[in-house]
């Protein structure tokens, strides 16, 4: 079975500072993977996903992700942050049977 | 834009008694879950459907039932709360082809039991 691990659970940075949230998946054959944001107290919302093709994903508010299969991992990245962007990150890999399996989240926090 | 509605954002309940929490999506999609979410335990599978009149166990069901009578609607039944089912309750859809589109959420309810 498909999982995922967050390696951290919380990540403080400082405002415009770059940001790289980890997760690494185990391995198999065919590969689909997901980014999700959650703001408080609001359901997840779909940052990003990586179906096939060029391993570097661009999603929704300048985040963007790299597919690296050699190490099996697919880690968030960001140039500059907002404050905005404090929020819960999970890292999610689709399973069998149209289940996908979330991560346990990484809290970003950003402070001015 | 995909909608996923559920009706309640916050909701207190007293203990023992029958609570329903709703779902509706509006995008035809035939696959619906139901997630419970809680401090350092992640997002958690509690039962999910894969057409009208179906529905499969997740990870944790102890305690929760469901019913989809119409592709649009899955509900989530707590039989009898209990203070340990406080959470936050997650919805989602996607169609058939989950892999290609990932899962749309609902806002969540917020169910305290007392």
């Known amino acids: 079975a498909q999982s995922v691990t967050q390696l951290d659970s919380q990540v403080p940075v400082f405002e415009e500072a770059p940001v790289e949230l980890r997760c690494n998946y185990s391995s198999s054959v065919s590969v689909y993977l997901f980014w999700y944001v959650q703001y408080p107290n609001q359901g997840l919302q779909l940052l990003l996903k990586y179906l096939s093709g060029s391993t570097l994903v661009k999603g929704i508010n300048g985040f963007e992700a790299e597919f690296n299969k050699s190490q099996t991992s697919f880690h968030l990245r960001k140039p500059s942050v907002h404050i905005s962007d404090t929020a819960e990150y999970f890292c999610?890999?689709?399973?069998?049977?149209?289940?996908?399996?979330f991560g346990s989240g990484t809290r970003l926090s950003i402070r001015p | 834009d995909v909608k996923v509605t559920q009706s309640s954002r916050y909701l207190v309940k007293r203990t023992g008694e029958k609570v329903f929490l709703e779902c509706v999506q509006d995008m035809d999609h035939e696959n619906m879950f139901w997630y419970r979410q809680d401090p350092g335990l992640g997002l958690r599978l509690i039962y999910f459907s894969y057409d009208v009149k179906m529905k499969e166990k997740g990870d944790i069901p102890e305690g929760y039932s469901v019913s989809r009578e119409k592709k649009e609607r899955f509900s989530l039944i707590l039989e009898s709360a209990s203070t340990n089912q406080t959470s936050m309750y997650l919805c989602a859809s996607s169609p058939t082809d989950s892999y290609n589109y990932g899962y749309t959420f609902g806002s969540g309810t917020r169910l305290t039991v007392v």
């Open positions: 999610a890999v689709y399973s069998s049977a149209s289940k996908i399996i």
